[in-house]
């Protein structure tokens, strides 16, 4: 693809003369028949030092590059660019006769379906869809058309996975959630009955786990990306479009709303209400509902304001026991000069 | 199954008419021929609007439904019903000819083995036993009567698991403990050469990983329940009948007694000694022995009441720097009134 | 090998006649025909009471012993001994006709690939290479000499190891990077084009997560070993000889020295830069650059001492509200005093 062409395609103007560009690298790495961007201003040092052909670039960095395509948004446009470039992943094709899939499974057109998958009685794949080697399709689930499972991902009896679907390797749906109850024979498992049910176009990361329901179902919104290693409780709701980054953990019948950001290790307790464009920040605790709109932090997670004005008085806090000691001090002393003046 | 018939078998007295029962759903999406329950108060509200045919209740909600079986214990009893309603997971049947088996491995009667499982030479599979796609066993793995091992798990040489022990898709039991010298010559690994050893009755979560130990084994007790994504180092050992919640870390030779309840994403330091029937809140970090019958919180983790107490403080601490500049200034006024009254 | 061979091998001084050895154990379990070790003095009341034939010791303990090997350095020599006494894991030999391998696959001298490895094109696999069921390799992923890869590991497109590389079961290189823009359009996913290098003797543990670079590559260096649960971002780079343990984050873009320990459950903010021989204490969260050779605890991540007069401080807290009380009634009383005394 040539310089001007790839500026077409994005709808970007372009400053400079045309070039074949072969690849997407960064300002660091990228050689000079390769594009790349700037989006973060951190790295506007790379700018001047960069052997990139061209870069995408706000307008204000437009001169200090030989070629430029200018935009106002360039994160964006730079994914643009990267689907044009980026390869498909994977080459094997076709449904594999090494793999395990029970005869009244029905396989939509074009799948692809590697070696060694394991796929149940009563499992309906869509089209487009592409099964990787490891995976475990128990009874009964259903997986929505051009969604792709990565190896190893097991989706147990029931799931069902809408369309364009991502689910990285390792990744499990549907396990048993975590209950037991304590009688007097001893600790006594609750069967999990419900199901794990994904929306579309949602992302979900490598070795992350969302537990099948007790009953009813386990959801996760259209449009959702977990991150991984992520950790979804039995009876979890997740909303649309929101972002769970890696390491969170989600306690049972908690429900996420729509449009939120749960950064890195942040713990939900169980049965909490947390409304539409809620913000947490990475390693929150959070212990009640939060309403809609809010940003919190901190274990237990608070406003973050409060958060951040707490985080600020810390270093302040030794001085605190020097200034009580101080007045305590000064007080004693003054006392004593009373006392004494009222003796006299 | 009928309303009746389901009263006699779990032992409650039952009011209203005897209706057929075909499932059991939540309170707010069961329908007319399926059973319900009401254990959590908080969900009381949906007791009115419930379409569910008969509701598991305590006395004291008895009179608010259509149809009640009366518990004392709502959600024992509903665990209880849930068995005799649950289906069985998976449908493979049989020792499949698509599976590895090393012929000198000894497979128990009625074992279900899927496609696609490797088992080693000198493992022993007692019977009853189910072990589903892409699960690995090591050399000299032993799996008791009526464990279920699901998709991808994997026991290295040598792990040991008990009967009725239930593991979840992707755990790893028996990889190598983190443990190295430094040495002049640089890192040196220290051969990990203990095992695992899993007692009776005891589920271990999706993806959890669970080390072997440098020398002798890291162990689980009998009835103890694991969730997801939790870390056990190697030569931890973990008594009978203890909850570890998801997201738990604990480091290496550390002992966790039993009863105990490790909620989400706590951390445990290693060589620690923990008691029986000790608590540990979410998050929480344990860097202490921490004597039988405790309850903790924080991190580092110290007596739960004190960790209530400096959290209920927390809000206040703004309030200090305001309270102790204005006794400073107050103190001072009073210092140079007394200065003044001196001189004069 | 008798105690007398061990010792000439290890180059240590032995006092006590020669025995037979055939393993080793703890101080606790191991027999009269066992060797054992005192690395941690934590374990010396073991001592007195040891079955063990000979044990490993410090000159200090030399005389508490029937058979001692002296070591100024009893953990590393513990270590290599253990070396001599491993078993080789699996035995399984060769290319099984189980697996997958694409023709185009190159399979170096005297690798083992177990049943249900799944090979893609263009894969490179040097000598000695162990590669066990139900690993996944990508088109284009290159194994270097004598690396072993545990049942399960799945390495995504282009992912490259060096030699001598340790990957335990269940860990998941090379799956996309979590990254989206948001456009008026809804949520972009932007394609992770780059990929991971994995330099030589690095251990990765079990259910490990290693994104892969969404241009150029997220590396490990030589000689650093990574627990298990962990995660790391895309374009994360960490240095030599580093260690990260279990349940760490790192965030994407972080760059992390040589020679670092981080410690278990550490979550790191993305872009930042961690300096050589830094050291995080457990649980910390780092939102900020650290120079080379600090120690940081806390979340927010602060200097170590500063971190520990903090903790310390904690359990005065609540008395520092009845200081200030007792303060502000004491100088009430003073002013009242002296209002008098001018009013008098």
């Known amino acids: 693809m040539t310089l001007f062409e790839l500026a077409a395609r994005l709808g970007l103007e372009c400053r400079g003369e045309d070039i074949e560009l072969k690849g997407i690298g960064t300002l660091e790495h990228a050689g000079p028949s390769e594009l790349s961007f700037l989006a973060n201003p951190k790295y506007a ?16 960095y437009a001169d200090k590059v030989q070629r430029a395509l200018i935009s106002m948004q360039p994160y964006q446009d730079f994914g643009r660019a990267l689907q044009l470039f980026a390869k498909k992943k994977g080459v094997f094709q076709g449904v594999s006769p090494l793999a395990f899939i029970h005869p009244d499974a029905k396989i939509g057109e074009n799948a692809t379906i590697y070696p060694f998958a394991c796929i149940e009685s009563g499992v309906v794949i869509d089209d487009n869809v592409v099964i990787y080697s490891g995976c475990y399709l128990g009874p009964g689930v259903h997986v929505g058309s051009r969604s792709v499972l990565y190896p190893n991902v097991v989706l147990m009896d029931d799931t069902h996975i809408d369309e364009g679907v991502i689910i990285h390797a390792g990744a499990v749906l549907g396990a048993d959630g975590f209950g037991f109850s304590k009688t007097e024979a001893g600790i006594e498992k609750i069967p999990q009955t419900g199901n794990v049910q994904i929306g579309r176009n949602v992302e979900i990361g490598a070795n992350t786990a969302i537990d099948r329901a007790v009953l009813d179902s386990t959801t996760v919104g259209d449009g959702t990306k977990i991150d991984n290693l992520v950790q979804l409780g039995h009876n979890v709701r997740v909303g649309k479009n929101t972002f769970i980054v890696s390491q969170v953990g989600i306690s049972g019948s908690t429900h996420i709303g729509d449009g939120c950001t749960l950064a890195g290790q942040v713990g939900v307790a169980g049965h909490l209400h947390i409304g539409n464009n809620v913000t947490i920040g990475p390693q929150s605790g959070v212990a009640k509902d939060i309403a809609d709109s809010s940003t919190v932090g901190g274990s237990p997670a608070v406003d973050y304001a409060t958060f951040m004005k707490t ?22 002393a003054l006392e004593t000069e009373q006392n004494e003046r009222e003796k006299a």
């Open 45 to 60: 040092e790379f700018l001047p030092k960069t052997q990139a052909g061209a870069v995408i670039v706000h307008p204000e």
């Open 311 to 332: 985080l600020a008085l810390m270093p302040k806090y030794p001085d605190i026991f020097k200034r009580l000691s101080k007045l305590e001090k000064a007080l004693a």
